[in-house]
């Protein structure tokens, strides 16, 4: 029983994630959107659309952990964590792409949003206009 029950807690990223039962169906149904012939970055921009930014982590997650290289993923993984107001995340995420990203564009849109979630964090302070 503690084997089962310590898998299904793997399942979940966060303990929130678990706290309303209609997730926790949700989650132990998931089937990756690539198992169903769909792009992940797309279901996922759909899920952000209609405000279902855990739905929406729980896929571009799932994508980045089976797909390291999908970089679409992971920037709008960062537009989650952005949404979902959570700057811990947002500023571990940027600090792992910022050797892929720094030379971008999109990075300096990146430090701008960084900026607005962790202010103080130094890793957005070299993009300031």
Partial sequence: ??????????????????AHPGELMHQLRFVPPRQRGIDPVG??????TYQRYKRARQVL?????????????????????????SSHDYCQ???TLQSKLAHRPEWAHICHVGRSLA???????QHMH
Avoid: G
Avoid at 1 to 11: I, P
Avoid at 43 to 48: F, G, K, M, N, T
Avoid at 67 to 79: K, M, S, T
Avoid at 119 to 125: A, G, I, N, R, S
């Fill in 119 to 125: 202010p103080d964090h130094p890793l957005f302070q």
């Fill in 93 to 95: 995420l940027a600090a």
């Fill in 1 to 18: 029983m503690l084997r089962l029950l310590a898998d299904v807690a793997k399942a979940f990223d966060t303990v929130a994630d678990i």
């Fill in 61 to 85: 997650r799932h994508t980045i952990r089976t797909e390291p290289d999908n970089l679409p993923a992971h920037i709008l993984l960062l537009h989650t964590y952005f949404l979902l107001e």
């Fill in 43 to 48: 279901e996922a921009e759909v899920y952000l």
